[in-house]
Each structure stands twice: as structure tokens, then as C-alpha cells.
């Protein structure tokens, strides 16, 4: 688990280790495309006028829902785990169209190719640094919008998604291609982290 950014002596906290074992149970990191697919279809639904329709079954919105909620309270715990970690790669925020932010730009689009090759096009959100330590990315994720409002935002996207009112028409804002894409790179992240724990699991067992 040192890859992943998470300290060898803490990663099998038991805490963490059934959180993990109970996102199992719903995501494989086989699935990624399929939730990937959904998710695009729950944002259409929240920021447009027509309802989550797809596959004629609406109760995927909560069966989203749940999932991502579950992720987010994982990594919440895995980040207070693994403590502070300082990623000199890590993409930074910095302001729209700033020289930083079009330097910071370019060099993720260099490193889509790289991450193509690696991972056969399956990640998509995450930098090269962050696939390699999926922690870098959760750290990420918690400082563009803390725990609660994570779970304000599912709340809404649920309201949103399952009537034919746009959010952003409610609200008068459109934050919400941003918070899909994070959201996205968080499955991303799982997807990584659950397949290096089967790995080291098949290994031991073998």
C-alpha cells in the first residue's frame, strides 16, 4: 500500500479496512466504466429538465447516492489516517486562465498519454501523480469542498436528478461539471486503491 501514499504501518487500520470491504460490496474495480456511465447520466438529469431516466430505472440516483456517499466517508477516514501529505507534483488551484493554471494545464495533457498507456484509458481525472498515490488526489478532493458539503451536494444532486428542474435554474449557479469530475476521480481513486488491496490480498494468499 506504500504506493497508494498510505503509511504500510497504517493502511489495515480496521476502520479503514472494513470501510473498504463494505465499498466491495457494491464496486468492483471492474466497474468504473459502469458507474463512470451512470454518473454522466445523473449529471445531465441534475442540470437539465428531464429526470434521471436512464435504463428506465430512476432508483439508480440513490443507488449513486449511496455509493459515492460511502467513498466520500471513506476517504474522509483514510486521509485522517494517513495524516499530511505534500505532493510537489499535485496539480494546484490556481486562478482560470493564470499563467499557472495554462502551465498546470499543459503538462496534465502530457501526462494523459502516460496515463493511457498505464492504465489501458480507465483513468481519466486523476494526474499521473495522483494514480500513483491515490491519497494525494482524496486530499484534493477535501479541499474543494469539505465532508458536509460533499454531502449537501449528493443531497441535491438527488432532488435535481429526479425532477425536471434544472439546478442551475434553481440556484442561479452551475457548479456542477466541476463537482462531477471530482467526483469521478474519487471512483477513480477507489478503483485504484481496491485493486492494489485485492493484488497484495491474492499475493499473501498465494
Known amino acids: 500500500m506504500e504506493n497508494l501514499g498510505i503509511n504500510p504501518s497504517q493502511s489495515y487500520n480496521a476502520e479503514v479496512a472494513q470501510a473498504l470491504q463494505e465499498i466491495l460490496v457494491f464496486f468492483q474495480p471492474g466497474d468504473m466504466e459502469y458507474l463512470r456511465v451512470d454518473l454522466w447520466h445523473w449529471l445531465k438529469a441534475v442540470t437539465g429538465e428531464k429526470p434521471?431516466?436512464?435504463r428506465g430505472e430512476p432508483s439508480t440516483v440513490i443507488s449513486l447516492w449511496k455509493q459515492l456517499t460511502k467513498m466520500i466517508d471513506t476517504g474522509r477516514l483514510i486521509l485522517d489516517t494517513t495524516g499530511r501529505h505534500d505532493d510537489k507534483k499535485q496539480r494546484n488551484s490556481c486562478p482560470a486562465f493564470s499563467e499557472e493554471q495554462i502551465a498546470s494545464d499543459?503538462?496534465?495533457m502530457r501526462e494523459i498519454k502516460l496515463l493511457t498507456a498505464k492504465y489501458n484509458g480507465t483513468i481519466r481525472r486523476l494526474t499521473l501523480a495522483e494514480s500513483e498515490?491515490?491519497?494525494f488526489f482524496i486530499k484534493?478532493?477535501?479541499e474543494a469542498y469539505s465532508q458536509d458539503d460533499w454531502n449537501q451536494i449528493l443531497e441535491d444532486w438527488v432532488e435535481y436528478g429526479l425532477s425536471k428542474m434544472s439546478i442551475c435554474e434553481a440556484t442561479g449557479e452551475?457548479?456542477?461539471?466541476y463537482q462531477y469530475e471530482l467526483l469521478e476521480a474519487l471512483a477513480e481513486a477507489f478503483s485504484l486503491i481496491l485493486k492494489a488491496e485485492y493484488e497484495v490480498g491474492d499475493k499473501g494468499d498465494s
Request: proline residues 6%; aromatic residues 38%; contains cysteine.
Open 52 to 54: 434521471f431516466l436512464f
Open 106 to 108: 499543459f503538462q496534465y
Open 133 to 135: 498515490r491515490p491519497v
Open 140 to 142: 484534493r478532493f477535501f
Open 174 to 177: 452551475c457548479n456542477e461539471v
